[in-house]
């Protein structure tokens, strides 16, 4: 039996039933959360047990990031300045058009060891560069080395069509790469990576193509997760023949949604859809204001996603801040001009946020009851933060030591499945440093090729 006991450290279970623990033990058994409570005493099973002392720490559930496209990590910081549009063709159809096999690999499996080295311990990786099967296996290879937990979503490239050529958006979702990926690499629906789509939608597609993925989703029992926003629509009234059809429901996710009219979004939230939104990117690019708020008042949370790391970093606490700052910014404003002062108390404690990047992360991948929380049945994911550092001493709220003070820096060690992947501030991975050289080459060539 593999085993391992953190005593006396502030739990924050993200449990109902369990709640926070100023002095909590969490106990796991054979990769599963066995027991969160004060004062677990293990008798003659101590001996065989790894003891941790866990006073000074803080113990949360691993983070989800929600969308990102991890193929584009050897780009770091390169497009920080573009608009979306910029985006558009720069990217999709320019340099994602040089991108090798090998390019995409390096990138995913550096672009996940990061997730995990930053708290992370369920990455969704929205892959939408993939123009042949090499390339999605490389990046399903990436991820399964990393150790993280995934959900590949397998989407298709968007480059501009060459002469003869159809739109990208006429191109309907493949069927023959889906059962390749489910009769192999990505068979087992509980494995530590798992398989969703990444279709292209009533925005970006005609809608024979959106009616045609979304029954392709339905069919596999997969995730149909799609981009909604980012100029007009293709199909104008695309979501309203979608649900006319029956295909609208639970398992259908909206990435950004900035532009929803308000007399769609309710009919979405009441079909079940989920929403992932990406806040700092989308304030940065161009999309409009995260729809945190606007969720919120129709009683579903969002849950959050990096999206591009070739814009700005891959870390969620960051993520969930910007989430929580902009939409108190936009509540107090609000308040301003119809009451003419701000608020009595705020309008989104930071708990809040902190859903936005466990409980709801697993909500959106249908996963709420194995991950999400430490809760006991649950696989082992959980992150230690190190409540002693400088930036964090001393701890009076600790989720809003989490929330609002916790960094990369802070995070020292992580779970996943019931092994660390994290020890001692450190990544337990080894050739770490001939791996970022892969990837600084791959960058370098990725670049000037396309200058």
């Known amino acids: 039996m593999r085993r391992t006991l953190i005593k006396s450290a502030m739990v924050i279970s993200m449990d109902a039933g369990i709640g926070d623990l100023s002095a909590g033990d969490v106990l ?17 099973g101590a001996a065989e047990t790894e003891i941790i002392d866990g006073r000074g720490r803080i113990i949360i559930p691993g983070l989800i990031n929600a969308h990102m496209h991890t193929w584009q990590t050897a780009l770091r910081g390169f497009a920080a300045n573009w608009t979306l549009l910029e985006y558009f063709r720069r990217m999709h159809a320019g340099l994602a058009t040089m991108f090798r096999p090998d390019d995409i690999y390096i990138a995913t499996l550096v672009g996940a060891l990061n997730q995990i080295n930053c708290g992370a311990t369920t990455l969704v990786d929205w892959c939408h560069n993939n123009p042949t099967p090499a390339h999605t296996d490389a990046a399903v290879r990436g991820l399964i080395e990393s150790g993280i937990r995934a959900a590949f979503f397998h989407g298709s490239p968007k480059p501009e069509p060459k002469p003869g050529e159809p739109h990208f958006s006429e191109m309907p979702h493949p069927r023959h790469e889906v059962e390749r990926l489910l009769a192999g690499p990505l068979a087992d629906r509980n494995g530590l990576v798992t398989l969703g789509l990444a279709v292209l939608g009533p925005h970006y597609s005609t809608l024979d193509v959106a009616l045609h993925d979304f029954r392709l989703a339905r069919e596999f029992n997969l995730i149909a997760s799609m981009h909604q926003g980012g100029g007009p629509a293709k199909t104008p009234g695309g979501w309203e023949k979608l649900i006319e059809a029956g295909l609208v429901g639970p398992g259908v996710n909206i990435v950004h949604g900035n532009d929803l009219p308000d007399d769609l979004l309710p009919r979405l939230v009441d079909l079940g859809v989920s929403f992932s939104v990406t806040p700092e990117n989308e304030m940065i690019q161009g999309h409009g204001f995260p729809i945190t708020g606007r969720l919120l008042k129709r009683g579903v949370r969002p849950s959050i996603g990096i999206d591009l790391e070739s814009v700005l970093p891959g870390d969620l606490f960051s993520a969930a801040r910007v989430a929580l700052s902009m939409q108190r910014a936009l509540d107090n404003a609000d308040m301003r001009k119809s009451e003419g002062t701000i608020p009595a108390t705020t309008t989104i404690p930071a708990r809040e946020a902190l859903r936005w990047i466990t409980t709801e992360g697993a909500r959106m991948l249908g996963r709420e009851d194995q991950i999400g929380s430490l809760t006991p049945g649950k696989l082992a994911d959980l992150v230690v933060v190190n409540a002693s550092d400088l930036n964090l001493f001393p701890v009076h709220d600790p989720v809003s030591t989490v929330v609002m003070q916790t960094s ?37 060539r990725l670049v000037h090729d396309i200058e």
């Open 28 to 44: 796991v058994e054979n990769g599963r959360i066995a027991e969160v409570r004060p004062g677990i005493d293990l008798g003659s």
């Open 408 to 444: 990369l820096a802070n995070i020292e060690a992580v779970m996943i499945g019931g092994v660390w992947k994290k020890r001692n501030g450190r990544l337990l991975v080894d050739g770490l440093e001939q791996k970022k050289e892969l990837l600084a080459q791959s960058g370098q």
